[in-house]
Structure formats: C-alpha cells, structure tokens
C-alpha cells in the first residue's frame, strides 16, 4: 500500500493500515492493524507497506522487458500467510492468448515458530531457461537456488 503526500513541504501524513499485520516496505518495522500510524514522508522516500504473506517478485533494471533473458530473479515475502502466481511469456507477442505462458505459485504460512514458503512446478508452454533465484523473507534471511521448474519446500 502507498501513502504518498499530496502537498508541497509535508513530510509526515497519517496512514490507515486495516486489520492484519502491515510491515514498512524501508524499515521493516511491524504494525498490527486495525491502526493509524503518523507516517515519515521525505521527499525522497514515499511511505510504502506491505500485509503479511505479501509475496513480491523483483528483477533487476532492463530497459525492456525482451533485453535478454531473465538469469535471476528476487522473491521479497513477508512473515504470514498468502499466495501469488508468478506469470510469465515472452512480453511481446500474443501467445498468453493461445495459452503460452508459464505460471508458478508461491504460497507462504507459518509452522509453528518457521516461515515456509512452497514453490509448486512450473507449469505451461512457455520456455524458461535456468535462473538463479533468491527468495527473502524479510526481516528472517534469504536463500538461493538455481530455478529448473521443479517443486521446492523452503523452511526459514
């Protein structure tokens, strides 16, 4: 969720988060909702926050999306519970619309006092070459491996 600032020289605002646990995208600091938070907003950095179990993919910065292959890819999960579908295609043509893609499903939940995150095969026609993949559950650590499609149980 983004809280940005609407008008010139504040840099603080208020900030609703609803019920759940709300984690800030920077600091990584914990709030349990339903709450108002009084949020820093510099100039340079909106505030940004993201609910347990929020799963979000990054890559590093291309100019477009058919540069090159993707050869690494960053999983940020937060404490909690949730699932997300990674899709992916050539970015380009309109194969989605014959069915050629790729999905994969992440899904995150605690195990008594660990964070598991599931990562269920790969499925469809699209071709994805090996890859490296980190996968960071924040304010826990991070592990990597290399990505062939296949099921991987991570504990943390």
């Known amino acids: 969720m983004a809280a940005p600032v609407y008008r010139p020289g504040v840099e603080h605002r208020a900030v609703y988060l ?24 510099p100039l340079e950095r909106m505030p940004l926050y993201v609910r347990g179990g929020g ?6 910065v291309r100019q477009f999306v058919s540069e090159e292959p993707l050869e690494s890819l960053k999983m940020r999960i937060w404490p909690g519970t949730g699932e997300w579908t990674l899709y992916e295609d050539d970015g380009h043509s309109f194969e989605h619309e014959k069915g050629v893609g790729a999905t994969t499903n992440y899904k995150v939940y605690l195990e008594g006092d660990k964070t598991i995150v599931e990562i269920a095969a790969r499925e469809g026609q699209f071709l994805i070459l090996e890859r490296e993949v980190t996968v960071e559950v924040v304010g826990i650590g991070e592990q990597r491996f290399t990505d062939d499609g296949t099921v991987r149980r991570l504990t943390f």
């Open 18 to 41: 609803p019920e759940g646990t709300w984690f800030d995208w920077w600091t990584g600091e914990c709030y349990q909702g339903p709450t108002h938070i009084l949020a820093d907003a």
């Open 55 to 60: 799963i979000i993919a990054m890559e590093p």
